[in-house]
Nanobody
């Protein structure tokens, strides 16, 4: 069993910053890709940023230049540094991991989500 636990969400004013963290735990053999997705009220879940084990990254156009994703592979943890936040960044942010467990099974695991609200 694998668990992804997010932290770091909250309320921030426009232009402010937040840092999200997501730690994976359990019988993990390897994590190939870790990423962040978000879902705003009434909208579909969308990709925010992903990072491979080797450090390759990909960002949504809407966050490019403002958000930075990073990983600590030794800790099975992914971070999302969010700067210059806008009201449209308000959403529930979900951590995601494409991983392989010790019995050889490979699947995608999701965290429970953390709320980010950008408002004055």
């Amino acid at each position: 069993q694998v668990q992804l636990v997010e932290s770091g969400g909250g309320l921030v004013q426009p232009g402010g910053s937040l840092r999200l963290s997501c730690a994976a735990s359990g019988s993990i053999f390897s994590i190939y890709v870790m990423g962040w997705y978000r879902q705003a009220p009434g909208k579909q879940r969308e990709l925010v940023a992903v990072c491979t084990t080797g450090g390759s990254t990909n960002y949504a156009d809407s966050v490019e230049g403002r958000f930075t994703i990073s990983r600590d592979n030794a800790k099975n943890t992914v971070y999302l540094q969010m700067n210059s936040l806008k009201s449209e960044d308000t959403a529930v942010y979900y951590c995601n991991a494409d991983l392989e467990v010790n019995n050889g099974r490979r699947y995608v695991s999701w965290g429970q989500g953390t709320q980010v609200t950008v408002s004055s």
